[in-house]
T-cell receptor, first 114, second 113 residues
Framework: DSGVTQTPKHLITATGQRVTLRCSPR?????VYWYQQSLDQGLQFLIQ???????AKGNILERFSAQQFPDLHSELNLSSLELGDSALYFC?????????????FGQGTRLTVV | GESVGLHLPTLSVQEGDNSIINCAYS??????FIWYKQESGKGPQFIID?????DKRQGQRVTVLLNKTVKHLSLQIAATQPGDSAVYFC????????????FGKGTLLTVNP
């Protein structure tokens, strides 16, 4: 158990809908990272937050957004869902931000868009 | 764009043998590399990391080798066990203050008893 909790574990929704994925980082971790894992693209970095502020953006679509709350949990919002958004979404957390900081991954949320 | 790729998508070994998983990266500015293990139904798990000022780093049963000249990274697993069966990813970070990893596609390691 990495200590990072993601809910829900599975989510099935229809095209055009909006969903929210939740991540609770390990106790004391200030950084939260979101990744998307699909069969054709592999693991793709989406976005990073550190202590409530956005720090880095990767390949995140405009239909997607995220935020980190004062209690440090984070939510990833996916809207106007398309079939191609079906993937595993992982959250990772780390004590701080920096290239040498080990990040711990949650078990992911499997999103299926039908 | 920059990418991290793997030479072998699948690797099958016998229990007790040593395994070598390879990875090529294209960005010479990458200064930090990590190997992750992902078991079915789980998130990636950190195995070992190496900074660009090192050529080799050893952990418990694992060794990472970095060849900056040819932009190549390898993970060696000694005395491979059935529990080592998983997908292995290499990832690179390109300096700065952010942990914006670029992952390779992954190699599936299967350990036969």
């Amino acid at each position: 158990d990495s200590g990072v909790t993601q809910t829900p574990k599975h989510l099935i929704t229809a095209t055009g809908q909006r969903v929210t994925l939740r991540c609770s980082p390990r106790s004391g971790d200030l950084s939260v990272y979101w990744y998307q894992q699909s069969l054709d693209q592999g693991l793709q970095f989406l976005i990073q937050y550190y202590n409530g502020e956005e720090r880095a953006k990767g390949n995140i679509l405009e239909r997607f957004s995220a935020q980190q709350f004062p209690d440090l949990h984070s939510e990833l919002n996916l809207s106007s869902l398309e079939l191609g958004d079906s993937a595993l979404y992982f959250c990772a957390s780390a004590r701080r931000t920096g290239p040498d900081t080990e990040a711990f991954f949650g078990q992911g949320t499997r999103l299926t868009v039908v | 764009g920059e990418s991290v790729g793997l030479h072998l998508p699948t690797l099958s070994v016998q229990e007790g043998d040593n395994s070598i998983i390879n990875c090529a990266y294209s960005n010479s500015a990458s200064d930090y590399f990590i190997w992750y293990k992902q078991e079915s139904g789980k998130g990636p798990q950190f195995i070992i990391d190496i900074r660009s000022n090192m050529d080799k780093r050893q952990g418990q049963r694992v060794t990472v080798l970095l060849n900056k000249t040819v932009k190549h990274l390898s993970l060696q697993i000694a005395a491979t066990q059935p529990g080592d069966s998983a997908v292995y990813f290499c990832a690179e970070n390109i300096g700065g203050s952010n942990y914006k990893l670029t992952f390779g596609k992954g190699t599936l390691l299967t350990v036969n008893p």
